[in-house]
């Protein structure tokens, strides 16, 4: 759960985003500047968080006021070389953190830190990753949380889509542009398994909602409903208007499933509404038709 | 043989309302209690518990019934209880310092021969180490109920008797007491009587979270639990009296604090318990079950909503808010305007920027989007669904515990939701 230093909504002085080139840092920094709050953007061509010299770049750069956007990541994480990579990017961001303290952390981590069991994921459910990306933000929690002394607050988000999403894995972002090339969609077995889709706006707008409130503690990020992977073709499909097959493949995984209770997310932020998952595919796939024209 | 004179220190809600039944039974009480104004209240008929037939037996039985707050005065008595509530925090863990300073203050005044009975209470160990001989030391199980207390101290089902040595016959007097009630007299050793008191309440709550769990499942199925429900209770196993009923999570604060005592000695003792964080979690996630309807029902169909709520109390027939799921809703629903009502609890208990309070429950549900029933009140199962609608500006009634008549809701173009049965529908 999340508390509020700032009950009523306050814009920070200004914002620094560690990983600002990315799918989500990028999102932050459109949504941050949409509502007027200064942002300074950090990619890796202002400082490469692999550099044994990271930690002072980056404190040079910050102020006492700022609100720090960690969302740089080596995702996903598949190995054990990635995962000390990325432990490393995140000592360098705490030893930045500990030369120059600053008012406010958001960390930006994963729903993968949950055991894959845990349904229906809540904030309180027993983090047990099955995965090294898992492990990877699991780990890093624990270290901002146990070596940083700035007011934290960490995001696991469910998986996210978006037009910019620069990946191409298995999922709405894969399903949409095989349907807007008019390729058919394969699909794991059946496709049965349910998932909790999130646009990637809302991941946005929840993190200016908790910077802007100054808060503290964690928040899952998902929309409370899940929808099956051949439930999302079938809309991927209805939304480009092409004739695109969805077919099945021999299942070589069990079915599972994910389900998230956002009760918390109703509390920290009430009047906070997600996007329905039509209507983020949709706006996806306009993005991505005037990108493309 | 005489009839026992029995006191009772600590005169909350435990210590009154067994002082009144004790009384009832045609023994001779004096109540004692520290806080003079409180004594001198109850004195003048102001009792400040709320029990459905308490005033009248007080009053009834005012002539054996004595209260004071001289610790002295105990000296009269045969038995004395131990009868203060004890206080818990919000995780359920127990303040003893209460009780263990009240203890202080009797066993100075106790007679040579008088019996000392804790019946508040306690976690297992507590009694054996009081510094008092143990042939007149005794721990005995209450089994309160807020809303039913008199009823359950009238007619009790049996007495759990803590005891040094429970082959050794309990005290004449202390016998006497007991039997007038007329019931099974259980003595155990006082560790078994502490657990046997907590046990009761594992069980009450294993029951609740299975219909809690199973109301959940109903919900999204297709199936209705309430009809679920007098299947199971007509079977000898489970039980007509069972906590079947679904609910807004555990609440009022004595079965949360018995959950933690268990959690905290098995973390001791390294017992198994992982059930019991498994009931906290369920607890937990149905207290949220009316915030979420909310939000998936009437927030996306009104974007500023008026909310009447009916019920504040944590339960029906009480003035207690303890870890009440009404109270929890409101501090959620800052945002938009309510207006509430219940018969007992003032309107200055919900803490909301934007309250109203009402003198009743239809003036509550005058322009309201969605009334949402909070505490099932016996009062509000006679409100008509229709009259309801008549007031309301909007169509959502939210019943979590059935208080309506869900075909008269829907003959009344409402939208109706409760628990254990999906959609609207039920």
């Known amino acids: 759960m999340l508390t509020h230093k700032n009950q009523n909504p306050q814009k920070p002085a200004r914002v620094v985003i560690i990983g600002a080139g990315g799918f989500v840092g990028g999102a932050i920094a459109a ?67 500990a030369e120059k303290p600053v008012a406010h952390l958001v960390y930006v981590s994963s729903d993968a830190v949950y ?32 070596e940083v002394k700035v007011p934290l607050a960490i995001l696991r988000p469910s998986l996210l889509y978006g037009e910019n999403d620069p990946h191409n894995g298995y999922g709405p972002n894969r399903f949409r542009r095989l349907a807007e090339k008019g390729e058919a969609i394969a699909l794991f077995g059946e496709g049965e398994e349910q998932r909790d889709h999130v646009y990637v706006d809302d991941v946005a707008r929840l993190a200016a909602l908790a910077i802007m409130h ?21 809309l991927v499909v209805a939304l480009s208007g092409r004739p695109t097959e969805v077919r099945g493949t021999p299942r070589q995984n069990p079915i599972t499933h994910r389900h998230f209770d956002i009760s918390e997310c109703l509390k920290a932020f009430p009047q906070f509404r997600y996007t329905p998952l039509r209507e983020g595919l949709a706006r996806a796939a306009r993005t991505s038709a005037r990108t493309v024209s | ?44 008929g102001r009792l400040p518990v709320v029990e459905p037939d308490l005033d009248n037996l007080a009053r009834d039985n005012a002539a054996r019934l004595s209260y004071t707050d001289r610790s002295g005065d105990l000296g009269a008595c045969d038995i004395v209880y131990i009868a203060s509530d004890v206080p818990t925090d919000d995780r359920g863990q127990s303040d003893l310092t209460g009780i263990s300073a009240l203890i202080g203050e009797v066993i100075p005044a106790l007679g ?3 019996v000392l009975c804790i019946l508040c209470q306690v976690p297992p160990g507590f009694t054996r180490g009081l510094p008092l001989d143990s042939t007149r030391l005794y721990y005995q199980v209450e089994t309160l109920v807020f809303g039913r207390a008199v009823e359950r101290a009238m007619q009790p089902e049996r007495f759990i008797v803590g005891c040094a040595d429970p082959a050794r016959p309990l005290p004449g007097p202390y016998l006497g007491l007991l039997s007038a009630f007329g019931c099974p007299i259980l003595p155990m050793r006082y560790e078994s009587a502490e657990l046997a008191k ?40 489970i039980g007509a009296y069972g906590y079947l009923s679904p609910g807004l999570g555990i609440a009022g604060g004595n079965l949360e604090r018995d959950l933690a005592t268990v959690l905290h000695l098995s973390a001791t003792t390294g017992s198994e318990a992982s059930v019991i964080a498994a009931f906290l979690a369920n607890s937990a996630s149905r207290r949220d079950w009316v915030l979420r309807l909310i939000h998936s029902e009437v927030l996306p169909r009104k974007a500023n909503p008026t909310f009447a709520i009916l019920g504040l109390a944590y339960k029906e027939n009480t003035h207690s808010t303890k870890n009440s799921p009404s109270l929890a809703l409101i501090e959620n629903l800052h945002p938009w305007r309510i207006r509430v009502y219940d018969p007992v609890v003032p309107a200055s208990a919900a803490r909301h920027p934007m309250v109203t309070g009402a003198t009743n429950a239809v003036e509550a549900a005058e322009g309201s989007d969605a009334v949402l029933i909070m505490t099932p ?27 309506l008549e869900p075909a008269a809701a829907r003959a009344a173009d409402l939208s109706y939701f409760t628990l254990g049965a999906s959609g609207s529908a039920a």
């Not at chain 2, 009761?200 to 809690?212: G, M």
């Not at chain 2, 959940?216 to 196993?237: F, K, N, T, V």
């Open chain 1, 31 to 97: 949504q941050l500047a949409k509502e007027q709050v200064p942002v300074l953007g950090i990619t890796r061509k202002e400082v490469d968080l692999l550099q044994p010299d990271a930690g002072k770049t980056l404190a040079a750069k910050l102020r006492d006021d700022d609100c720090v956007v960690f969302v740089s990541a080596l995702a996903p994480a598949r190995n054990t070389a990635a995962l000390l990579k990325n432990l490393m990017m995140a000592e360098h961001v705490i030893a930045a953190l």
């Open chain 1, 115 to 146: 055991e894959d069991a845990a349904n229906p994921v809540t904030e309180r459910s027993i983090c047990q990753p099955s995965s090294m990306h898992g492990m990877m933000h699991a780990a890093r929690e624990l270290a901002l949380r146990n």
């Open chain 1, 214 to 234: 100054r808060s503290t503690g964690i928040l899952n990020v998902a929309t409370g409903s899940s929808i099956s992977f051949r439930g999302i073709a079938e």
């Open chain 2, 1 to 44: 043989m005489t009839a026992a004179v029995v006191g009772f220190a600590g005169l909350t809600h435990l210590g009154l309302v067994s002082a009144i039944a004790t009384a009832s039974k045609g023994f001779r009480v004096i109540g004692y209690d520290t806080d003079s104004g409180r004594v001198a209240d109850i004195g003048a």
């Open chain 2, 112 to 114: 040579p021969k008088a």
């Open chain 2, 198 to 237: 907590i046990a009761i309440n594992c069980c009450l709550v294993a029951s609740v979270s299975v219909a809690n769990t199973l109301a959940d499942l109903s919900e999204r199925i297709g199936a209705d639990w309430h009809e679920i429900a007098p299947a199971l209770r007509l079977d000898r196993r």
């Open chain 2, 377 to 403: 009140w016996p009062q509000f199962r006679s409100l008509a669904p229709a009259e309801l609608a008549a007031v309301m500006a909007g169509r959502v009634i939210v019943d979590p515990f059935r208080v």
